[in-house]
């Protein structure tokens, strides 16, 4: 579909994952592309797909966003060949993996701090002035589920999202005589290269990776609406939310930490305690609180016949919440029976 001949769109970190799969949003919609990140090869190749399968026309830009003064390297580049840009999404970002105090480089900080914080905050400058100017653009600025939650071993990488949400939160209010929007996305684990990337090894939250492909259409469908905010994918991403503006933030950092344990951890931790149990279980009656409190809200502003369904959603639920109970029961067992027997041949060995 044709609908948005002749505008442009540049994307940052068009290379891989969400980025990549925004930018086939845009072309399929006929938005001519100004694509950037540091893969010159794999940026050239998209593009020359995006010109074939839609008849578009791209830029490439490849370019290290973590430098200084980039962004406006990448201004005076896109004006100069005379390009206009009607949208910009600023996807690119990296985070580092480990313990900020014994274990994260420095020097890869200080390159994340700049990418993900200064050079949007500079492109976002330099893109919307000319945007205010014209009366009209748009911005799909990348945050994440993390801007609103600790996320300990990623610590730098969740304040930095922390700063994009709040940064565009603000801007929607400054801009709200205009026609120009700003959009944040907030995703949840996605399955893209980010985690290795970061140089993490597989993580417990790999369990529950979103869609690239999803992510990206739920970001592009809030953009073009004007939404001031988007939490893509479904309902369990949205009871996060309300997890992270309800939970004391102690006890959400320990469940973020759990997420964020590498697999291989959990599992041996899981063998010599049942620590891990009693906090999914936790976690567990969190959800379902969560849900139902959805559920009722939803029920209370609905018609007969989405009521029907979500009496049907809320049996299920009920079924649900019995399996965590009975987990909890076997949980509790299970340890009695351990400290039983660790008694037992202390009492032995004495
Ligand atoms: N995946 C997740 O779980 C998740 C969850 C929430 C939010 N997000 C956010 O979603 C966005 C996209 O991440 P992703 O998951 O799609 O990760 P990804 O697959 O690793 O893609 C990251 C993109 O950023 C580009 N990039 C990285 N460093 C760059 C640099 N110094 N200069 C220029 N470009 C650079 C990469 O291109 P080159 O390699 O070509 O430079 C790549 O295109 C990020 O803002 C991330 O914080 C991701």
């Keep these: ?23 086939k949003l845009f072309a399929k919609d006929g938005y001519n592309l100004v694509l950037i990140g540091r893969n010159d090869d794999k940026l050239q190749q998209l593009a020359e797909g995006f010109e074939q399968d839609y008849g578009v026309q791209t830029t490439v830009i490849a370019k290290d966003l973590s430098r200084e003064n980039v962004a406006e390297e990448v201004y005076n580049e896109v004006t100069g060949r005379g390009l206009t840009i009607n949208v910009l999404v600023n996807d690119a970002a990296v985070s580092t993996y480990g313990k900020f105090a014994t274990d994260t480089d420095w020097e890869r ?8 914080v200064l050079t949007l905050t500079h492109m976002t400058k330099l893109f919307l002035k000319d945007m205010v100017t014209r009366n009209e653009g ?4 990348l945050a994440s589920l993390v801007a609103i939650t600790p996320f300990p071993l990623m610590a730098v990488y969740a304040a930095t999202k922390a700063y994009v949400y709040n940064f565009t939160q603000s801007l929607n209010n400054e801009l709200k005589d205009t026609n120009v929007t700003v959009t944040a996305l907030l995703p949840n684990a996605t399955d893209t290269n980010f985690f290795r990337e970061a140089g993490a090894p597989q993580l417990n939250v790999e369990d ?3 869609d690239p492909a999803v992510v990206a259409k739920d970001g592009y469908d809030a953009l073009m609406s004007g939404k001031l905010k988007v939490i893509p994918g479904g309902a369990m991403n949205k009871a996060y939310e309300v997890m992270a503006y309800t ?13 964020n344990t590498p697999k291989e951890e959990s599992e041996r931790e899981k063998e010599s305690s049942s620590t891990t149990s009693a906090w999914a279980l936790g976690l567990g009656i969190a959800a379902a609180v969560v849900a139902g409190v959805a559920l009722v809200t939803a029920y209370n502003n609905a018609d007969a016949l989405t009521r029907a369904r979500y009496r049907y959603k809320a049996t299920k639920l009920k079924y649900k919440a019995n399996s965590v109970l009975d987990d909890a029961k076997e ?5 009695w029976d351990k400290v039983k027997h660790n008694v037992q041949n ?4 004495a």
Excluded at 109 to 116: D, G
Excluded at 138 to 141: A, C, D, F
Excluded at 251 to 258: D, E, K, V
Aim: hydrophobic share 40%.
């Design 1 to 23: 579909m044709n609908t948005e001949a002749g505008k442009t769109a540049l994307i940052t970190g068009a290379s891989n994952g969400i980025g990549q799969e925004l930018a």
């Design 109 to 116: 900080e200080k390159a994340l701090i700049h990418l993900n």
């Design 138 to 141: 748009k911005i799909l600025q």
């Design 208 to 210: 529950q990776l979103d």
């Design 247 to 259: 939970m004391p933030q102690e006890t959400l950092a320990g469940m973020m930490r759990h997420y």
């Design 331 to 335: 949980a509790l067992v299970d340890s």
């Design 346 to 349: 202390a009492t032995t060995t």
